[in-house]
């Protein structure tokens, strides 16, 4: 009881100083330009679309009808980035445990062909391609997923060549004003900051005030934060982290009249599946 009672005491310290820790750390206050609005998973969530999630088709509607798009980024085998959600691919032939993170590239695709009934997934290099031939002038958010675990992803190596793909696509489409990259690891974050310059995100749950020390000690340039409509940020948050530099994501808001309420706190991107406002 003892042992215990003295460390729940040292993480409150812990905690406390860290918010504290906030507050130390020196303005770079950032102008507020607007709010964009992002479709979420690229503009596919029934009822609000008839687009699968994360596909071409719904990244072309989301381009169409809102300021970007935020898409969900994971990484083969083959070191190739493909748009998907989801811990396991859908099952096939009594596989229900199979993650693109295992797989080659053309392990991917038979799994796609077995799966049927229109089922697909795309690559993240298709996106940039379209943008570019488009002559958009469009945000995407990429939230790259770095928790799903397998005897391949488990590992550092696993997030270094992750970064380095995403750094060489980016560069390589022109797409350095456009991309930000949102995750909650901040080793891949790193890399991308370092030795790409891209504009990242630290995913954050719960936690503001800790989000943000995170987001400023790692020099980020903001805060991917899960907006709770119970418990929503006030406008003063949100200014206070502008205040030091920062700029925030708020997800997923997709009732009209929740949308219509962050957008009054003034963050600088919100992501919503209801980009009509139905």
């Known amino acids: 009881m003892k042992i215990f009672t003295e460390y729940f005491l040292i993480s409150c310290a ?40 994360n596909t071409m088709e719904a990244v072309i509607f989301g381009f169409a009808n809102a300021d970007g798009i935020e898409i969900d980024v994971q990484k083969s085998r ?12 859908p099952p096939c032939n009594g596989n229900d445990k199979e993650r693109i993170s295992g797989k080659y590239d053309s392990e991917i695709e038979e799994h796609i ?27 995407i958010s990429l939230d790259v997923k770095s928790w799903l675990p397998t ?51 630290l995913t954050t749950f719960g936690d503001f005030e800790e989000g943000a020390r995170k987001a400023l000690k790692n020099d980020y340039a903001g805060i991917s934060y899960s907006y709770y409509v119970n418990d929503p940020l006030s406008k003063e948050d949100i200014q206070k982290l502008r205040k030091k530099g920062l700029r925030i994501q708020l997800w997923t808001i997709n009732s009209k009249d929740e949308i219509l309420k962050a957008m009054a706190l003034e963050p600088d991107y919100i992501q919503t599946d209801n980009v009509l406002l139905q």
């Not at 009934?117 to 570019?132: A, K, M, W």
């Not at 974050?189 to 310059?197: A, H, R, S, T, W």
Request: net charge neutral.
């Open 14 to 53: 812990f905690l406390f100083s860290g918010c504290k820790d906030f507050e130390k750390f020196k303005d770079d206050p950032i102008p507020y330009t607007g709010t964009k609005i992002l479709a979420h998973k690229g503009g596919g969530s029934p009822p609000y679309t008839n687009y699968p999630d």
């Open 78 to 89: 083959g070191n190739t980035l493909w748009l998907f959600h989801n811990g396991f691919l």
């Open 113 to 139: 062909r077995c799966v049927g009934g229109g089922f697909n997934i795309d690559q993240l290099e298709e996106v940039f391609i379209y943008h570019r031939n488009h002559k958009l002038d469009k945000k």
């Open 151 to 201: 005897l391949h992803s488990n590992s550092p190596k696993y997030h270094t060549y992750l970064a380095y793909r995403l750094i060489a696509l980016v560069f390589h489409y022109n797409m350095m004003d456009h991309v930000m990259v949102e995750c909650e690891n901040t080793y891949f974050l790193n890399i991308l900051k370092d030795k790409g310059n891209l504009q990242c995100y």
